[in-house]
């Protein structure tokens, strides 16, 4: 078995910069990259923090209380965040996803969702407004990001079993506070809720089948993410991926499954329904079966910068812009100049690729721009 190295070092990577072209780029909403996928999807990341440890994401051994996380200047604040989303949205984005880090640990983060709740799709449409959390401070909030706009949850929880889940927390934080968050997220209307489940080989694979008999017939939507090599700091290794076709053999042998048909365009999980009509689970497989040909996702950092991939190595700085004193014009031209020219499609090429040996540029990590 490979030894696992984990770098001990501040993964963070100064950012490309975001000039506005000579030629202007309207938003016109039918932007598009050099594969011909239109952006219709931006997940932004609110804080750098989170109070979890997980072992895949921000593993201790580099996360710890010496970590250099961003000072609060640096932060885009609530108003600069709304105002790149206007510009977004005027190029296509339908769909808006609030991450971390753990978002719910941004304070007054309510806040954002009120402002962004607002605002409207270019054909006068509500946005699609979410957010993915750990859960930890659910139960406290839903009520309040109910009430702010905000319209569903996706709750993060990688196993029933307190003891696998709080060794896979790292930080002995129970279940049953997640599940009374998701509870919580229910009752006040945050719906219908998704739990991601991430599956690591040799440590919660047993948990798959108790997970899905838990929330089959609860409305709730439970997907199995592959275990992904994002970043540099979750000694990642291919022997702990189990692919989500076995997942799915797995329940299906005791829960039979039928596939359904994908209900949008660049949706990452494959779903499958339940032959007996209790619910559906989905399976995201971007180690084994790339979805990267029908990708219109964008990622805009806590601080203002643009990646194009999870897997990216280096962002866009749009904050400069922001405080700047550029326009509204200028920096929507500046994101449509950037998207023009993307053509990530790092999932597709992994099994092509030499193996990563530390040397090359270093994935952001996935706490930094969200999942």
């Known amino acids: 078995m490979a030894e696992r190295v984990i770098p001990i070092v501040d993964q963070r990577i100064a950012a490309l910069a975001a000039g506005v072209p000579a030629q202007p780029i309207a938003a016109t909403g039918l932007l598009s990259d050099t594969l011909g996928r239109p952006l219709r999807d931006l997940r932004i990341s609110v804080t750098d923090r989170c109070n979890f440890r997980c072992s895949y994401c921000m593993p201790k051994e580099v996360f710890d209380k010496d970590y250099p996380y961003l000072p609060h200047s640096a932060l885009l604040t609530f108003e600069e965040i709304t105002r790149l989303t206007r510009q977004f949205i005027a190029h296509g984005v339908r769909k808006i996803r609030l991450t971390g880090g753990e978002p719910l640990l941004r304070k007054n983060v309510e806040g954002l969702v009120e402002q962004l709740a607002v605002l409207k799709t270019i054909d006068g449409e509500p946005l699609d407004l979410t957010l993915t959390t750990n859960g930890s401070l659910l139960a406290r909030k839903a009520k309040a990001l109910k009430a702010a706009g905000l319209q569903r949850v996706t709750v993060s929880l990688d196993g029933l079993d307190d003891e696998v889940f709080r060794r896979m927390n790292d930080v002995d934080f129970p279940v049953a506070d997640v599940l009374r968050g998701i509870d919580s997220a229910r009752e006040a209307g945050l719906g219908p809720i998704k739990i991601n489940m991430v599956v690591k080989r040799g440590t919660n694979e047993h948990e798959i089948l108790r997970m899905a008999r838990h929330f089959?017939?609860?409305?709730?939507?439970?997907?199995?993410?592959?275990?992904?090599?994002?970043?540099?700091?979750?000694?990642?290794?291919?022997?702990?991926?189990?692919?989500?076709?076995?997942?799915?053999?797995?329940?299906?042998?005791?829960?039979?499954?039928?596939?359904?048909?994908?209900?949008?365009?660049?949706?990452?999980?494959?779903?499958?329904?339940?032959?007996?009509?209790?619910?559906?689970?989905?399976?995201?497989?971007?180690?084994?079966?790339?979805?990267?040909?029908?990708?219109?996702?964008?990622?805009?950092?806590?601080?203002?910068?643009?990646?194009?991939?999870?897997?990216?190595?280096?962002?866009?700085?749009?904050?400069?812009?922001?405080?700047?004193?550029?326009?509204?014009?200028?920096?929507?031209?500046?994101?449509?100049?950037?998207?023009?020219?993307?053509?990530?499609?790092?999932?597709?090429?992994?099994?092509?690729?030499?193996?990563?040996?530390?040397?090359?540029?270093?994935?952001?990590?996935?706490?930094?721009?969200?999942?």
């Open 216 to 371: 089959r017939g609860t409305g709730h939507v439970l997907r199995f993410i592959e275990y992904m090599d994002v970043g540099a700091t979750n000694g990642w290794r291919m022997d702990e991926v189990m692919p989500s076709a076995e997942v799915v053999r797995m329940i299906h042998a005791e829960l039979p499954l039928v596939q359904l048909e994908p209900s949008a365009p660049g949706e990452t999980a494959e779903r499958w329904g339940y032959v007996d009509g209790g619910g559906e689970i989905g399976v995201i497989s971007s180690v084994t079966q790339a979805f990267c040909g029908d990708c219109n996702r964008a990622r805009l950092s806590t601080e203002g910068q643009l990646y194009l991939c999870l897997f990216a190595s280096q962002g866009h700085d749009l904050r400069t812009l922001l405080r700047g004193g550029a326009s509204d014009e200028d920096i929507a031209s500046a994101i449509g100049h950037i998207w023009q020219g993307r053509s990530d499609r790092y999932s597709q090429l992994r099994g092509s690729m030499a193996p990563d040996t530390g040397t090359g540029k270093r994935r952001v990590e996935m706490s930094y721009i969200g999942g």
